[in-house]
Structures are given as structure tokens and as C-alpha cells.
């Protein structure tokens, strides 16, 4: 962002002070992340950088963190890891399909009650964590669901759903619904419209929804806790026990295996949204 | 001529009015029966069991389960003298049953609730009511301790009869009912959950502020610098944001420890003393550092989102005007930013209001919310109808702002990324 020549000398200087409060913020942001990577490779057991790493001296860095996550005995993150992506996995397919088909009937222009509706839909998302889970749990409780894989991932998709939502409601609302109705005067019935006519079309908001309902399902850690007996550990409760109890860099290396998961993440939603800018700019 | 208007009729003879209202509601049924799925499932697993936090933070049935005949008994009683023998009578009839189920010791924790020294004459109680002779139970329970000869103590069963109460909402407020049944508060040293609750706002306040302060400068640079500089910027915001929050959590736990990389660095550059390094986390600012970062995303991205609408000829028109770039900026962009900012600040209010994790980790003592004192009575004191009372205190907070939202913003308008 160059300043114009004919820019006043204090108006120059506010400028630059905008650009370093600017440079803090992004270095506030985004610099806590970047610590755990080197200091997942310590070689020593201490949370801070060693004299050798300062050095930069080879011997100072290894894998053996890594090594104590995948083989060290009685290490829960691989039970944990398993569980994490079962429930995340059914957790997204769950809420993709109940907030999709909601968020169709939600931008029907028929809709009764449309604003009380959603209130309750998106709510999960604006009740507190903790509140959510006190009522999920006295719920599982009841069911006889508590303890178990499919209490869980009931409880995600319950949290899930309001993300995905959100983002179909959102794509729909730049939606041709022309096309539709030439899909049925040629007599194609609703299910075959839907499959082959909306979804291709709304599948960017489909998939960034559902890719929130993951990261809900699989970061989320104030439900679990009330729900999860020792067999449904997940990867956030070893966390959250592991940061409890004591810092142990192997707790590291899981963090940077979760930095990469959700870099890949973020890729793929940046890409969705592009496309999904690009298809709605056709559109219009 | 109107009455011809009035029955236009389709082909097949129904008046098009009929028709047409037809069609309309079966839309509107189809429309309906698609959201209803969704709708069900969390009416069922999720409002529902909100209402039934409800009904347990307010259900004082178990009392009135425990001594029925006590309470039928008391009907008559006016609480001024020591009730009757009929009174001493079904109280020892509903004692006795109790102390044969084994359940004498849960009246016990109950009563003392309300009133202390129950402990001690119940369990002296059950010891001599073994012996006890049949007729003239009045003489012969006031004789096992001078307690049960005390008015007050008789006053403060009597108090447990009805079947709903609101204490635990008033414990929730660090107040009582007392002997003569006015609403007081507890001692003041004794007042931990007004401490939480002015906390909680304090930390969600300053961090909704912080997060403004520090979200403002970097929206307004995304949204203004051309677009491929700000998507890559854009990365600096969204990779946090789409992060596992225990990861984020324990980064700051090793930059903040006291042998950690900020102590370090102010040690470097001089600014305290390697033998005086602060305490960083464990205490409120562990809780203001963490969260403010943590939450300031959810600021940044509705921000952009408003400042991306903005055309950038409008502040130059300002300054053509005549306007100073600060003027020009304070009076025509700063007003056009409004609704970014109360969407963002009450996002991030919201949040913070109800934080858990972070508080529990790095907070200590002096920087948990009042989260972690639901989650603390639901595991470890396991008064749920108590969590559930203070769950619910909050939940009416949150709902509240929420409204506000929903009238500033619009819950459509909310946006993801």
C-alpha cells in the first residue's frame, strides 16, 4: 500500500506507526503457533529452547517425541486418535445431512416461522459450551447413552449442525431456484432435482459446512468431558488431561500433527469458498 | 363485475383463490417437513434438556418424599412454639422408615443445607430411637438432644416442604433465606460467586475490548490492500481460527511459564531481573493473554467482512472536501463500520462469557469464570441442580445479548470465514 509523493511528512509517519501496530497484531496472531513446531523436535525433555538449539546444533533436535506418540507403551493417542476421527467422521456426515435438508426447507420462501426457526437451529452454537453440555449429558444420562460412541457423536452433531446451516443457507441464498423448476417441468422428480441439479451446485457450502462440523466434532473437548468414559477418549480430553497434569513435549508433537490437520483444512475451505465466489459470480 | 372477478375458476372448476391457497400451504407443509428432521432431533436432545435443567435447579422434591407425614402433620402448625405431639409422632414414623431404607444420612446432608447442626442430633437420633417406647414421641425425641427442643430447628424442616424452591438461584447470588424468611446476603467474605460473576464480565469485557482495539487496524489493512497481499495476510488469521483451541492453549502455556520465551525475552532486553522473572500465567493475565488471541478471529472476520463494502472513493471524497485523513476518517468511515463492530464485539462477548477451557488452564485461581465453577459442581461437588441453577443464570445472560444481537445484526447475517 504505497502512500501517493505528495503525502504529508506527519501523515507518513501515522502511516508507518498503522503498519507496525498492524505487523504486531499478525505477529500476536499467528506467532504462538510456530513455537510448538521447533520445540516439538527438542531432544530434551524441557518446554523451552536448549543452549543447543539456540545453536542450532543437530544433536539438540530429534524425533524421539514423535517416536514416544506413535510407539511409546501405554500411550493413549493412538485409542484417542482412533476415536477422534470415528466421531468426527459420523459427527459430519450426520449434521451435513440434517442441515442440509434444514437449510433447504429454511430457504423455501414458503417457510413458516422462518426467523423462530433458526433461532433454535443456530442456538448450539450461541449457548455457552458449558451450558450445552450439562443439558447433553443429562440427556445421554437418561438415553443411557453416556459413555458410549454413539452419545458422542449424537452430542457433536447437535453442535455441527448449526455450522453447516449456516454456510448451505448462505450458498442457497445466491441460488437459482429457475433451475429447478425447469429440472421438474422436464419431469425430473424432487429427489433426482436435488441430487443432480441443487447439490452440485450448493456442494462448496455443503463441504465448507461440513468441514466445520469436523473441526467442531473434532476440537471439541467441554461436551466429551462430561460424556466420555475411558474407552471414548479423544484427542482434545488426552490434551486437556496431558496440559493438566504435566507438559510433556510429546503433547507437542501431537500439536503440530493437529497445526498441519488444520492447515490442510484451511486449504481446502479457502479453495471452497473461492469457488463458490466464482460460481455465484457467474450467477449473477 | 366483481362477483365475476371473485370466481375465476381453474379448469378443472375450483375457484383459483381456493386453488392457489391450496398449493400455497402445501409448499408451505413441504417446506415445513424438510426443516422438521433437524427441528425434532434438537427439540428432543437439546432443548428439552435445557428445560429439564430448569426443572431440576428448581425441584426440592426429595425432602418432601423423605418425611410426607411430617409434612402433612406440620399443615396445622403456626411456627411460633414447639409443634405438637401428632407433629413429633409422623416424624418419627417417616424417620423410622428412612433410617430401614438407609437413607437417614442423605435427610441429614439435605437439612443441614438449611440449617447447621442437623448432622449430629440426626445420627444421635437414629442411635436412640432404637429404644424408643411407643406413645408420647415428643417427650422422647426432645430428650435425645437439647436441639430438638429448639423451636428454630423445627422451623427449618418446615421450610423444606414445598416441593420447589429457588435457593439454589439465590445461592447462586451468594444469598439466603434466613430463620424469618427474608432474603439476605451471605457474609461478605463469604461471597464467592458475586466475585466470579463480576469477574466473568470484567475478563469478557476487557477481552471484547482488547480484541476491538487490536482487530480494527488489521481489518481495515486486509480489507484495503490489493488482493493478493491480503489473502496471504488472510492466513495469519484463518489458520489460528480453524486450530484445535488446546493447541493454541499450550502454545501459551510455554510462551508464559516462568522459564518460558516472553520472561526470556523481557530478561534479554533487560526489563526485569532473571531472579524476579513475573508470574504470567495462573492469574488473570494468562486468562486476558490467551483469550484475547484466541477470540480475536471472531472479531477480525466480521470487521473485514463490513470493510470489504466500503469503496474506498468515499474517504477520498472526504478528503477532496476538504477533510483531514482523520476527519475524513472519523466522520465517514469510521460510521459505515458500525454494524462489523457490534457484530464482532457481541460474538466475541458472547464467547468470552461462557469460556471454559482456557480459564482452566491458564487461569489459576484468580482468572477462572463462572464455567469453571459450573463444571466444578457438576464433577466434583456433583450438586447438579445447583450447576444447573447457575447454567441457566448464564444461559438467560447470553440469551439476552443474543436478542440484542439478533435486532442489531440479524442471526442471518452471520458470516463464516
Known sequence: ?284 | MSSETNQILTTDGIPLEVSLKKAERKNKIKAFLLVAPLLLFLIITYVFPIGDMLFRSIDDKMVTQMLPKTFKAMENWDGQELPEEEVFAAFHEDFVKLVEDKREGKLSTQLNYTKNGFKSIIKKLRRASKKFEEGNYKEQIMAVHKRWADVEYWRAIQRRAPEFTGQKYLKGMDMYVNEEGKIVSVEEDRRIHRVLWLRTLEIAFFVTVFCFLMAYPIAHLLATLPMKYSNLLMICVLLPFWTSLLVRTASWMILLQQQGIVNDFFVGIGLVADNNRPEMMYNKTGSYVAMTQILLPFMVLPLYSVMKTISPSLMRAGKSLGGTPFVAFWKVYFPLTIPGIGAGCLLVFILAIGYYITPALVGGASGTLISNQIAFHMKSTLDWSFASAMGLMLLSGVLVIYWLYNKIVGIDNIKLG
Not at chain 1, 202 to 224: K, N
Request: a positive charge.
Open chain 1, 1 to 284: 500500500m504505497a502512500l501517493p509523493k505528495y503525502t504529508e511528512p506527519h501523515y507518513r509517519i501515522w502511516h508507518y506507526i498503522y503498519l507496525t501496530i498492524c505487523a504486531a497484531v499478525f505477529f500476536f496472531l499467528i506467532a504462538p503457533l510456530f513455537v510448538i513446531f521447533p520445540l516439538s523436535f527438542n531432544a530434551e525433555e524441557f518446554l523451552s529452547f536448549s543452549d543447543g538449539m539456540k545453536r542450532l546444533d543437530p544433536d539438540a533436535f530429534s524425533l524421539r517425541w514423535y517416536k514416544d506418540m506413535i510407539y511409546g507403551t501405554k500411550n493413549p493417542w493412538g485409542l484417542a486418535a482412533k476415536n477422534s476421527f470415528i466421531i468426527a467422521i459420523f459427527a459430519t456426515i450426520g449434521s451435513v445431512i440434517l442441515g442440509t435438508v434444514a437449510a433447504l426447507g429454511l430457504s423455501s420462501r414458503h417457510m413458516p416461522y422462518k426467523g423462530l426457526i433458526m433461532a433454535v437451529l443456530i442456538s448450539p452454537m450461541i449457548v455457552p459450551l458449558i451450558i450445552s453440555g450439562v443439558a447433553i449429558f443429562f440427556f445421554m444420562a437418561k438415553a443411557g447413552l453416556a459413555a458410549t460412541h454413539t452419545g458422542i457423536v449424537l452430542a457433536h452433531i447437535i453442535l455441527g449442525t448449526p455450522f453447516v446451516v449456516i454456510t448451505v443457507t448462505a450458498t442457497l441464498s445466491g441460488f437459482d431456484h429457475s433451475v429447478t423448476r425447469a429440472a421438474a417441468s422436464l419431469g425430473s422428480d424432487p429427489v433426482n432435482t436435488f441430487m443432480k441439479i441443487t447439490l452440485p451446485l450448493i456442494l462448496p457450502g455443503v463441504i465448507s459446512g461440513g468441514l466445520f462440523a469436523f473441526v467442531t466434532s473434532f476440537d471439541e473437548v467441554v461436551v466429551v468431558l462430561f460424556l466420555a468414559g475411558l474407552e471414548n477418549t479423544t484427542i482434545p480430553i488426552q490434551m486437556w488431561t496431558g496440559l493438566r497434569e504435566q507438559l510433556s513435549p510429546t503433547i507437542l508433537a501431537v500439536a503440530t500433527c493437529l497445526i498441519i490437520l488444520s492447515t490442510l483444512i484451511l486449504v481446502t475451505a479457502e479453495l471452497l469458498r473461492r469457488r463458490s465466489e466464482r460460481l455465484r459470480g457467474i450467477n449473477r
